[in-house]
């Protein structure tokens, strides 16, 4: 089955659509929630300079015809954030021994 591909609103990637965030603004309102719900989409990368871009130009606002709370930003930075942690580095040999 062929992948479903998507555009980011800040640097125009394409990929497959889980490389991406999805907001999403429901239908027949304002309310602009992430990863769930019907109505008008737009996917972004989940790396600091798409969001950063993102935020400082409202492409996300833009894209969705709404505004975004800042409660809303603040929480995809968090999202950010727990994403890019490097995972713990692989035991060394001394540590192997004990």
């Not at 980011?8 to 999403?24: A, D, M, N």
């Not at 950010?80 to 192997?96: I, K, R, V, Y």
């Amino acid at each position: 089955m062929k992948p479903n591909y998507r555009r980011c609103v800040s640097c125009r990637r394409v990929g497959p659509k889980q490389e991406f965030w999805r907001l999403v603004r429901l239908a027949g309102g304002t309310t602009v929630c992430l990863d769930q719900g019907q109505g008008r989409s737009a996917y972004l990368c989940p790396r600091a300079d798409c969001l950063r871009l993102a935020q400082r130009k409202n492409r996300l606002g833009r894209a969705l015809k709404a505004s975004l709370p800042e409660t809303l930003w603040e929480t995809l930075w968090q999202r950010l954030g727990e994403t890019s942690q490097d995972p713990p580095p692989p035991p060394t040999a001394e540590e192997d021994d004990r």
